[in-house]
């Protein structure tokens, strides 16, 4: 279960990576439009999973204690 949600993530890793390569050429609006609705699509998802997979969150850091004047 684990490796596959893994696979899964390394997935959109890897089409967020080549979708923001493609953006770094010359393209029409056409495809840059597609391009970009389809990077979010693909980072939306690995986000989601991400939740799915650790839902925990970190405890806010301490600010550090005054020093004495």
């Known amino acids: 279960m684990i490796d596959e949600t893994l696979t899964r993530l390394r997935v959109h890793r890897n089409n967020i990576h080549r979708y923001r390569r493609l953006l770094a050429t010359r393209l029409t609006e056409l495809e840059r439009s597609y391009i970009e609705r ?14 799915e997979m650790l839902p925990f969150t970190l405890p806010a850091a301490r600010s550090a204690p005054q020093a004495a004047a």
């Open 38 to 51: 389809r990077l979010q699509e693909e980072q939306s998802a690995m986000d989601a999973l991400s939740a």
